[in-house]
Nanobody, 116 residues
């Protein structure tokens, strides 16, 4: 069964950090480009970061560049998004996305709330 499960979200104060995880099963994880997106209430889903199948070519949205690091552990079929210096505007549901071979898979999301 194909499954993507995000975790690591929660409530954090402004300036704090969180590390999100994306655990996959049923995939040949290393065959897929991994992306993170986020969606705030009342807003469209927004791309956050991308990493290639073997961990190369990480790219970031302007809003997250310099404050986040995308990574992956293909041996454990898991991807990550480390976020630092979090702001209230980062409050959103964060989604993991695997893309490749004409397929596109999404997790259920993990909520990140940045508030004092």
């Amino acid at each position: 069964q194909l499954q993507l499960v995000e975790s690591g979200g929660g409530l954090v104060q402004p300036g704090g950090s969180l590390k999100l995880s994306c655990a996959s099963s049923g995939f040949t994880f290393s065959s897929y480009t991994m992306k993170w997106y986020r969606q705030a209430p009342g807003k469209e889903r927004e791309w956050v970061a991308t990493i290639g199948p073997t961990g190369g070519s990480p790219t970031y949205s302007d809003s997250m560049k310099g404050r986040s690091t995308i990574s992956r552990d293909n041996a454990n079929n898991t991807g990550y998004l480390q976020m630092n210096s979090l702001k209230a505007d980062d409050t959103a549901t964060y989604y993991c996305n695997l893309v490749g071979a004409g397929s596109n898979f999404w997790g259920q999301g993990t909520q990140v709330t940045v508030s004092s």
